[in-house]
């Protein structure tokens, strides 16, 4: 199974950034998709997360700027960011809970897509 990340890059404050991320390989069945980020110095952290069911949740800095949608035939979770401000600048990475054919769940990490914010 791999996450594969896209959509980093650099914006400036107030703009906007849409991360997409899809899964590929033998898989059975998805369960939450997330993404979290890591910036410099500091510890990894979840950012946004959604269920299989449509369930959401969102770190309460982000709340109301950022939306974590899903494509569930495609296998892909994506994060669209708005009012983006110079504290959102990290590392995000592609998180998903995955099952393959005749396995157990696993939790699956992308690479990681750097999304810098220039004040």
């Known amino acids: 199974v791999q996450l594969v990340e896209s959509g980093g890059g650099l914006v400036q404050a107030g703009g906007s950034l849409r991360l997409s991320c899809a899964a590929s390989?033998?898989?059975?069945?998805?369960?939450?998709m997330a993404w979290y980020r890591q910036a410099p110095g500091k510890q990894r952290e979840l950012v946004a997360l959604?269920?299989?069911?449509?369930?959401?949740n969102y770190a309460d800095s982000v709340k109301g700027r950022f939306t974590v949608s899903r494509d569930n035939p495609k296998n892909s979770v994506y994060l669209q960011m708005n009012s983006l401000k110079p504290e959102d600048t990290a590392v995000y990475y592609c998180?998903?809970?995955?099952?393959?054919?005749?396995?157990?769940?696993?939790?699956?990490w992308g690479q990681g897509t750097q999304v810098t914010v220039s004040s």
């Open positions: 998180n998903a809970e995955i099952k393959e054919y005749g396995s157990s769940w696993y939790d699956y």
């Open positions: 390989g033998s898989i059975f069945a998805i369960n939450a």
């Open positions: 959604r269920t299989s069911g449509g369930s959401t």
